[in-house]
């Protein structure tokens, strides 16, 4: 028996299938593995070899095959790369005309695929909505579509057609097709588990902007295809993309060193980012496991030379759905805080140890989860990089976790707190409750003697912040 495994294109099985020919290779010897990944559809662009290889004098086969076979290569079901073989086999050994014989039981399930897949390009010509999606200058259109069938390739064209001043992008689960006006590119499919409403819509396209510059599914060279050159000044993004390109290949190693358990976000931070590109960056980050159940990456936010710079544990359910930290009942505490304090939350950098959401499912609730040891250290070279850049005066740490992080184990923060500490990440270092601890009390008392400390604790920072020996320095160029 032998296996062969083709991309999932019919290009792919045609040359595979003329070297089968070539070897005589009898149908029931052979075994079809299917790999189709559509970064392996964005290599096979770069194929050396011809996608019309000049057909093999020896094979030569009726063009209506030809014409069907393609089509019912874009069906999903798995078997069709044999029953296609079986049935060349069959062109090309005595039965040329096989395709007249609506008995034989290959030839009715190759009608079978061609009317399935006819259908549902029908469908995606007929269903396709697009929606606008404006960021700054930037104005495209955005659809989502769930095919039956694998006919994102083919049926693009159609789109170009209709669409071709439009710069647009259609997402599937299995592949995304492209206009930029010019060109049409391909890549691996969005994911989503339901079609998204309307607004659901921006946010997956802008997720799933950011992780087509995740290395794991996306090399240099197609990226570098998906974007050429020449329009990425035209694109907010544009000036991210160097400093992602840059890492890509580190966070490539890091990756096959590792597989399936990488352990720190080191390799996905690019070097001389600024905080802006740093967040961009985050979004492509597998430095550990909580990526993989997360919504989105909850980066910390801020003025870039913000003199207070505050530190979470982990963003909640809503901060991941919404993408930003502190905006649920915790941060409504500490915006409540904040403002007793007298400190303006637009004036801090606000961010979290962890940048990922961790949780337990228990029935359709997401329950959180108190990052691991693991986790915090795997994540914490974000947070290095983002005081190192921000360079405070002062620094809160809300909580155990982040008061672990920044000042080491073993203390309380009911001993910690209230007081400032020395800190190798900016002059003042203070420590203070989680603003959780103020919801989590178990008496009313409790929670308005936590809340009290921690508007205390706040207003000593701000102080801190302002003493003049920590006096804004003139930012690193
Ligand atoms: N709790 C945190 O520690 N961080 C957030 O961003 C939200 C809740
Ligand atoms: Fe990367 Fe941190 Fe998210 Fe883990 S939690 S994937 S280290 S950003």
């Known amino acids: ?70 089509r019912a290569a874009l069906h999903r079901d798995p078997q069709r790369w044999t029953v296609l073989y079986r049935l060349l086999w069959q062109v090309t050994h005595g039965h040329r005309r096989v395709l007249d014989d609506d008995t034989d039981a290959d030839v009715r399930r190759l009608r079978r695929f061609e009317a399935q897949v006819g259908r549902d390009i029908h469908k995606m010509h007929a269903f396709v909505r697009f929606r606008e999606v404006v960021d700054g200058d930037d104005r495209r259109y955005v659809a989502w579509h769930r095919p039956d069938h694998l006919i994102v390739a083919a049926v693009a064209p159609f789109f170009v ?33 339901d079609a998204p409403s309307h607004d659901a819509l921006e946010t997956l396209w802008r997720t799933y902007y950011a992780s087509m510059f995740n290395p794991a599914r996306v090399n240099r060279r197609a990226m570098v295809k998906e974007m050429p ?21 580190a966070r490539v190693a890091a990756m096959v060193a590792h597989p399936g358990r990488t352990t720190s976000a080191r390799p996905f931070i690019p070097p001389d980012a600024d905080v802006r590109e740093l967040a961009a960056a985050a ?36 901060e991941d759905q919404r993408g ?24 801090l950098y606000v961010t979290n140890v962890v940048k990922h959401f961790s ?33 405070p005066a002062a620094i809160v740490c809300l909580g155990s976790v982040a008061m672990e992080a920044l000042l080491g184990p073993g203390r309380r923060v009911s001993d910690a707190r209230g007081r400032r500490h020395d800190s190798p990440w900016a002059p003042h270092l203070v420590v203070t409750y ?9 008496s009313a008392t409790e929670s308005r003697d936590i809340r009290a400390a921690l508007v205390d604790d706040l207003r000593l920072a701000a102080t801190l912040s302002r003493d003049p020996a920590t006096a804004p320095r003139t930012p690193d160029a």
């Not at 914490?380 to 005081?387: D, F, I, K, V």
């Not at 989680?434 to 178990?442: G, I, K, T």
Request: net charge neutral.
């Open 1 to 70: 028996m032998r296996l062969v495994a083709i991309d999932g294109t019919y290009d792919a099985w045609q040359r595979a299938a003329r070297r089968l020919l070539a070897e005589q290779r009898a149908p029931h010897t052979v075994t079809w593995v299917d790999e189709t990944h559509p970064e392996r559809l964005l290599d096979g662009l770069d194929d050396d070899e011809p996608v019309n290889a000049p057909p093999n004098a020896a094979v030569t086969v009726p063009k209506a095959f030809v014409h069907s076979a393609r």
């Open 161 to 193: 057609e209709r669409f071709r001043v439009m710069r647009w992008s259609i997402l599937t689960p299995d592949a995304c097709a492209h206009w930029d006006g010019h060109r049409l590119t391909l890549t691996p499919g969005a994911s989503a588990a």
């Open 229 to 249: 050159v020449r329009h990425w000044a035209t694109l907010p993004e544009a000036s991210l993309i160097p400093g992602l390109l840059a890492s890509a290949e």
């Open 283 to 318: 979004a492509t980050c597998a430095g550990c496991e909580l990526h993989r159940a997360a919504t989105q990456v909850v980066f910390g936010e801020g003025p870039a030379q913000a003199r207070l710079l505050v530190v979470g544990e982990q963003p909640g359910d809503e």
């Open 324 to 347: 930003r930290p502190f905006v649920g009942p915790a941060g409504q505490v500490l915006d409540d805080a904040l403002a007793a304090a007298g400190v303006a939350r637009d004036a």
């Open 359 to 391: 949780f337990r499912r228990e029935g359709t609730r997401r329950l959180h989860e108190r990052p691991r040891a693991a986790e915090s250290r795997a994540c914490r070279p974000w947070l290095e990089r983002e005081m190192a850049l921000v360079r």
């Open 434 to 442: 989680h603003p959780s601890a103020v919801l989590r009390a178990s």
